[in-house]
C-alpha cells in the first residue's frame, strides 16, 4: 500500500509541474506574466475521435466523436496561460485511426481488427478571441476555461467560457 501511495503522489506532482512550466521565467506559476491560466476542454464535432491535441504546448488526449446527439469532447485538463490574445496559436491535433474491432480466439490470443481510416495529424494557426479572458471572484462570470472546438476536419475555433461543457459552441 506504502509503494501505492508514493507512485500516487509522484504521479500527482508530476502533474502539477506540468501547469508550472513557464516559458517566461516568471516566479508565478499558473499565470505567468499578468496573464491567465484556464482549462482546456477539448470539444469534436467530427465523426473522427482526436487521439491528442497540442494548443501551444499545452497537450490534451482523448476527445470523443461526435455524432447525431451532440459532440464529443473528454476531460479537462490543466493549464493554458493567456498572455496576449492578439498573437495566433499554433493548434495541432490527430484524428485516430478507425478499423475493424479487434476479437479473441477460443485460446485468449487477440487479433487486431484491420485499419480501415489511418490516423491523420492535423495543423492550424488559431486567433483567440479578441480579448482577454473575463478574471471574476463570481464562478458564474469567471471565463476559466478555454474551449478547443474542432468544428470539421479541418477547422479549429478557440472559445472562453464559464461553463465545464463549453455551452453549446
Known amino acids: 500500500m506504502k509503494r501505492f501511495y508514493w507512485l500516487l503522489m509522484a504521479v500527482l506532482m508530476g502533474l502539477l509541474a506540468g501547469c508550472a512550466n513557464l ?9 505567468g506574466s499578468g496573464g491567465k491560466a484556464l482549462n482546456m476542454i477539448l470539444v469534436n464535432h467530427n465523426h473522427r475521435p482526436i487521439s491528442q491535441a497540442f ?3 499545452n497537450w490534451a ?4 466523436a461526435g455524432d447525431a446527439k451532440g ?7 490543466c493549464c493554458y496561460n493567456v498572455t496576449d490574445w492578439r498573437k495566433p ?8 485511426a478507425l478499423g475493424e474491432p479487434s476479437f479473441y480466439n477460443k ?7 484491420k485499419i480501415t481510416t489511418p490516423k491523420e495529424d492535423h ?22 476555461n478555454l474551449c478547443v472546438i474542432f468544428k470539421d476536419l479541418n477547422t479549429v475555433e478557440l472559445q472562453y467560457s464559464v461553463r465545464f461543457d463549453c455551452g453549446v459552441f
Not at 516559458?23 to 499565470?31: E, I, L
Not at 488526449?61 to 470523443?64: E, I, M, P, Q, Y
Not at 485460446?107 to 481488427?113: F, P, Q
Open 23 to 31: 516559458a517566461d521565467g516568471s516566479d508565478q506559476p499558473f499565470t
Open 55 to 57: 494548443v501551444g504546448t
Open 61 to 64: 488526449a482523448n476527445a470523443g
Open 71 to 77: 459532440p464529443g469532447g473528454g476531460g479537462i485538463v
Open 89 to 96: 496559436v499554433k493548434v495541432m491535433w490527430t484524428f485516430s
Open 107 to 113: 485460446e485468449g490470443i487477440r487479433t487486431e481488427g
Open 123 to 144: 495543423v492550424a494557426m488559431v486567433n483567440l478571441p479578441p480579448r482577454m479572458p473575463i478574471a471574476s471572484s463570481d464562478m458564474f462570470k469567471d471565463e476559466g
